[in-house]
């Protein structure tokens, strides 16, 4: 059954009532940033909602995780408080309630046009890990630099590989990326390279928010590690190839990496999530104990990534992949993160890695598209071999549901030329 809102939402939108995505915004850039969530084409100010007193739970009701510059309060009070919060909010938003639909100075003070508002980050990002979780991107890569006999490392199908990646760099959706300068590999007995990277990448990723963190030394049982996600954002992990290349040996991923990650504005709810949950990949070899869970699943949503060339007056699809793919699930993840002890904090980012899928039209970024390089993608008769200044990369997510959806909209950067 279809939900209905008295918010107009079109039957195409990603945030119809079912999904209630969470962000924060500003209404106009000299008012203080705000907790909102996505209804159709319109924002709803959730500090309106709560100075209104119509977070009438037992947990929100005297709480001011609303009237915060961040989501972090809010993230850090758990499932019990998100449910009472999603239940709150279609109660408010359905078309048989009246107290917005029927209060026009209410409507007008919390319902704010979309395209009006600007998105900030939704949550202050204290770390940020990206794994490595495609089986077919680790395969595909691996081939690429070490031979299809070692493509895959012998430690990839015991543990969710990861590397531990910068926070300050992460940036929100329509922030344009510079080209780094760095290393590049040498050719040959030439030096190593240095300039403006030549090998400019995009990788199709998502990434889990965390809810309540944990103590340090308390690891999380891969059987609880759902309560401590609260939900899914798109992420584009851009990588230099030249500059990774050169640099990963022996301690991983650093400038190639660090120079920007962008993030979507919206972070949609496992709760939101849980009617497109799926069975995950069959693990073989079984994993061990901390990391073997009782209910393993993935979640059907579908990917796309578009290239809009400077000058170019419409974008291409340049890849179609899906979040089903990966291999390793988020709680399995966020269960290995914290085995050792480490603590995990409220707002904290945990990307999935490249999501690539098997066929040849679903790989997550350039370097497998193009096969680093070795062959060109046509973009309206334009060829891109990586990305060129001016270049827009845009994703987008959606999980279709019978008659509505439930999407995460889009993050989008731009490539401006190296200082
Ligand atoms: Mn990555």
């Not at 909010?89 to 704010?112: G, H, V």
């Not at 999501?355 to 046509?378: D, F, H, R, V, Y």
């Amino acid at each position: 059954m279809v939900l209905n809102s008295f918010v107009q939402v079109h039957p195409d939108s990603h945030f119809p009532l079912e999904n209630l995505p969470y962000g924060v915004f500003k209404p106009q850039e000299s008012l203080e940033p705000r907790p909102g969530v996505a209804i159709g084409d319109y924002v709803l100010d959730l500090s309106v909602v709560s100075s209104a007193g119509l977070f009438d739970g037992p947990i929100l009701n005297s709480s001011d995780c609303f009237l915060q510059p961040s989501l972090n309060k809010f993230l850090g009070m758990g499932r019990p408080a998100w449910k009472e919060a999603r239940a709150t909010l279609q109660k408010l938003l359905s078309s048989d309630n009246p107290t917005f639909r029927d209060n026009a100075s209410l409507r007008e003070k919390s319902l704010l046009p979309m395209d009006k508002v600007k998105m900030l980050l939704p949550a202050v990002i204290g770390d940020y890990t990206d794994f490595f979780s495609s089986m077919h991107h680790a395969k595909n890569c691996g081939t690429m630099f070490r031979g299809p006999e070692n493509a895959i490392p012998p430690n990839w199908f015991h543990l969710p590989i990861a590397y531990h990646g910068r926070a300050s760099s992460i940036v929100i959706s329509g922030t344009d990326i510079i080209r780094p300068r760095g290393q590049g590999h040498p050719v040959g007995n030439s030096p190593p390279y240095f300039g403006p990277s030549l090998k400019l990448d995009f990788e199709l990723e998502m990434a889990a928010v965390v809810g309540p963190g944990n103590e340090l030394g308390k690891p999380i049982d891969v059987n609880e590690a759902a309560d401590h996600i609260f939900g899914l954002v798109l992420m584009n992990d851009w990588s230099a190839r030249d500059i990774q290349a050169w640099e990963y040996v022996p301690l991983g991923p650093f400038l190639g990496k660090s120079f920007g990650t962008t993030v979507s504005p919206w972070i949609v709810t496992l709760d939101a999530l849980e009617p497109f949950a799926c069975d995950a990949p069959k693990q073989e070899p079984h994993p061990l104990p901390y990391l073997a869970e009782k209910n393993s699943k993935n979640y059907d949503i579908s990917l796309e990534v578009r290239i809009k060339p400077s000058g170019q007056e419409h974008s291409s699809v340049v890849t179609s992949s899906n979040f089903k793919h990966l291999y390793w699930t988020l709680t399995q993840q966020l269960a290995h993160h914290t085995i050792n002890g480490c603590n995990l904090r409220p707002g904290d980012l945990l990307g999935t890695g490249t999501i690539s899928g098997p066929e040849p039209e679903s790989l997550g970024c350039l370097l497998e598209l193009t096969w680093n390089g070795q062959k060109s993608l046509s973009l309206n008769g334009l060829n891109r071999k990586f990305l060129e200044d001016g270049d827009e990369v845009i994703f987008a997510g959606c999980c279709k549901g019978n008659g509505y959806n439930v999407g995460f909209g889009t993050c989008s950067g731009k490539i401006l030329p190296a200082p």
